[in-house]
């Protein structure tokens, strides 16, 4: 449970990241963190990657003028995950979300077909601390589980990849950037939990509840992915279209 919303945070860094270091800036002179790239650069991927990463110390503390809140702790207010296949069948909702370590990202790969407006990315997170409450009511394993209270997660050596499937789109005689479909996925290492049940007080039972999820890291991390990166994916797309639509292409793309 706490894994998929500590991704999501994750995830949502990620791309938000990659749709900033490839933005412009709808103003007459380009801000110090942007670096353009070129169209027509054989080495258009590394100069992607490059962009991504020399705006990671920015991030941190976010970009109000497009729009891009503060890294550090990233804040998410209410995410929303439905599972209804395999072994973990829940729904849940976390709210009041806050997550560290996100800026200290890292794009390793990036592949593009510029022509078309598709660019994947591999990157990497070290480490993500996730804070928030949540509510949780379905079945684990076959046993009703219904649960609520506080939550703190901790994830490890995080890695991802997402793919950008873009489109021009044209607005007021200047182009811009419109993302059809987001596509999210993503590993880790190691994951640590700890929730606080206010529903179920009784010690022995979120004793329990704890032991099982430290127990069960992995199974429930796979478990969970498809659904966790389909959320991820539509917080981002919405993200990053917002921002998208502010910037002309003209700023973050040469010819």
């Known amino acids: 449970m706490c894994d998929m919303t500590k991704i999501r945070l994750f995830g949502g860094t990620i791309v938000t990241l990659a749709f900033l270091i490839n933005v412009g800036y709808a103003i007459d002179t380009l801000p110090e963190y942007v670096k353009p790239c070129s169209r027509s650069d054989p080495g258009l991927n590394t100069c992607i990657k490059n962009s991504f990463n020399y705006l990671k110390p920015y991030l941190k503390d976010g970009l109000t003028e497009l729009g891009v809140p503060s890294l550090e702790p990233l804040e998410i207010d209410e995410l929303i995950m439905d599972n209804n296949a395999g072994a973990v069948r829940i729904k849940a909702r976390f709210s009041s979300i806050a997550a560290l370590g996100a800026s200290n990202y890292s794009v390793r790969e990036v592949r593009n077909d510029i022509k078309n407006l598709r660019i994947d990315m591999s990157l990497g997170i070290p480490r993500v601390e996730v804070t928030g409450k949540y509510d949780v009511a379905g079945n684990v394993l076959l046993l009703p589980v219904r649960s609520h209270g506080n939550f703190w997660a901790e994830f490890l050596n995080i890695s991802a990849i997402a793919k950008l499937y873009g489109q021009e789109k044209i607005k007021n005689g200047k182009t811009y950037m419109y993302i059809n479909k987001l596509g999210i996925d993503f590993t880790m290492k190691n994951a640590r939990f700890k929730v ?60």
């Not at 509840?209 to 992995?218: D, P, R, S, T």
């Open 196 to 255: 606080e049940d206010k529903l179920n007080t009784q010690n022995i039972l979120g004793e329990a509840i704890n032991q099982f999820l430290n127990q069960n890291a992995k199974e429930l991390i796979q478990e969970m992915r498809p659904t966790a990166s389909q959320s991820i994916a539509r917080l981002l797309q919405k993200i990053l279209n917002t921002a998208f639509g502010k910037l002309e292409m003209s700023y973050w793309l040469h010819d």
